[in-house]
């Protein structure tokens, strides 16, 4: 059974600060995903890495960057946090597919930030 | 860039009727299509999918349907329960890169 993990579940921040959410999957995926998920706008990509030390930018990176050491863990880093990154973060794994990249992504139980 | 637009955004049903959710995507490559399903404070967990060589896929009460010349896809949920409840999201693979495009969700309330 997969399991997919992050560091905190809550996380409360002030303006400025240095923040990061990490996560950890146990079984050997190759992709690593951070979404963000606020109401009405469904999950958005905020960046994706595809084996270690490999990252790609997704819809919305800017105020992001990440980290991808070891193939098990995938860190999200908000270098000055802001009030407009108060959100849910949801962080999935998959592996590529047989039949191509496609394939099943599994969710982490999400980290939601407040930055006051 | 792609692009699935999901409707409606929320839908209220009373228990036991049908619920039926639509997606629409914009990537004619596309050719993976999985739903999820999120209960009150809890992750994402997948559902059902299709593939694109497949027109419709069930399991127990719930269903998948897809149409690749409209390029739409819909979820089916019959005899309703209020452990249906939840927000549902569909998605669309982008073609060879593992990336999945999501819709916005629909909340489902199940009347009991």
């Known amino acids: 059974d997969v399991k997919v993990t992050q560091s905190s579940r809550y996380l409360v921040k002030r303006t400025g600060e240095k923040v990061f959410l990490e996560c950890v999957q146990d079984m050997d995926h190759e992709n690593m995903f951070w979404y963000r998920q606020d109401p009405g706008l469904g999950l958005r990509l905020i960046y994706f890495s595809y084996d270690v030390k490999m990252k790609e930018k997704g819809d919305i990176p800017e105020g992001y960057s990440v980290s991808r050491e070891k193939k098990e863990r995938f860190s999200l880093i908000l270098e000055s946090a802001s009030t407009n990154q108060t959100s849910m973060y949801l962080c999935a794994s998959s592996r590529p597919g047989a039949g191509g990249p496609e394939e099943t992504q599994y969710f982490g139980p999400g980290t939601r930030l407040l930055v006051l | 860039g792609e692009n699935v637009e999901q409707h409606p955004s929320t839908l209220s049903v009373q228990e036991g009727d049908s619920a039926v959710i639509k997606c629409t995507y914009s990537d004619s490559a596309s050719n993976y299509f999985p739903w999820y399903k999120q209960e009150l404070g809890k992750r994402p967990q997948l559902i059902i999918d299709?593939?694109?060589?497949?027109g419709e896929k069930k399991d127990q009460r719930i269903a998948v349907t897809l149409n690749k010349t409209a390029k739409h896809f819909s979820l089916h949920i019959t005899e309703t329960q209020p452990e249906d409840s939840a927000v549902y999201f569909c998605?669309?693979?982008?073609?060879?890169?593992?990336?999945?495009?999501f819709g916005q969700g629909t909340t489902l309330q199940v009347k009991p």
């Open positions: 299709i593939r694109s060589n497949v």
């Open positions: 998605a669309a693979s982008v073609s060879n890169t593992g990336k999945l495009i």
